[in-house]
């Protein structure tokens, strides 16, 4: 079994501890999922919206975090209700 992480709290939620129990992706249980592609562009699944947009500047809410990206020539390549394509030139990214 694999080691589940704990969050700012030190307490797991019950989708994480679902998802280590039954070794299951935890993105099945709502938990985001980050898919960065170099430099370039990044996907996140399972975001709940947008807190701030702008060319310099990304911040999305997620059910345990917040996620910032930041660089230059940031737009959103596509989006849907659970999931965001963000392209541009990523420098950082930011988890709180």
């Known amino acids: 079994m694999r080691n589940a992480k704990k969050n700012n709290s030190g307490k797991l939620s019950f989708g994480e501890k679902a998802a280590e129990a ?3 992706p ?18 996140i699944e399972n975001f709940d919206s947008i807190l701030e947009f702008g060319e310099m500047k990304i911040r999305l809410k997620t059910k345990t975090y917040h996620l910032t990206i930041m660089g230059s ?12 394509r963000i392209s541009g030139e990523i420098a950082n990214i930011e988890f709180t």
Request: hydrophobic residues 40%.
């Open 22 to 24: 039954l070794e299951l």
């Open 73 to 84: 020539r940031l737009n959103i390549k596509n989006i849907s209700p659970d999931m965001i």
């Open 26 to 43: 935890k993105e099945m249980f709502g938990m985001p999922k980050a898919v960065i592609y170099g430099r370039r562009e990044i996907s």
